[in-house]
Nanobody, 122 residues
Framework: QLQLVESGGGLVQPGGSLRLSCAASGFTLDYYAIGWFRQAPGKEREGVSCISSSGGRTNYADSVKGRFTISRDNAKNTVYLQMNSLKPEDTAIYYC???????????????WGQGTQVTVSS
């Protein structure tokens, strides 16, 4: 069974940090660019970050630049999202996706994970 499984979400205070993981089973992530997306209550899903299959290219939404870092370990078949200086507006369900890029953006989604909740609150 082909699966992407996110982990690492939780409740954190403003200014805190979390590291999300996206692990694949049933297939290898090597051939895919991986995107992190998020959806807050009442809002549309938005792209947060994207990393190329080799890990050589990354991009970020303006709202998270300088605070979030995406990385991948293809040997572990896992992609990470390090989130620092978290703000209440970062509260959302975070999803990873195995994608195909268009102009270096993770736009064509082949597989979605089930999501992990991140809540930033004091």
């Amino acid at each position: 069974q082909l699966q992407l499984v996110e982990s690492g979400g939780g409740l954190v205070q403003p200014g805190g940090s979390l590291r999300l993981s996206c692990a694949a089973s049933g297939f290898t992530l090597d051939y895919y660019a991986i995107g992190w997306f998020r959806q807050a209550p009442g809002k549309e899903r938005e792209g947060v970050s994207c990393i190329s299959s080799s890990g050589g290219r990354t991009n970020y939404a303006d709202s998270v630049k300088g605070r979030f870092t995406i990385s991948r370990d293809n040997a572990k078949n896992t992609v990470y999202l390090q989130m620092n200086s978290l703000k209440p507006e970062d509260t959302a369900i975070y999803y990873c996706a195995a994608t195909q890029t268009v102009q270096n953006m993770c736009l064509i989604v082949h597989y979605w994970g089930q999501g992990t909740q991140v809540t930033v609150s004091s």
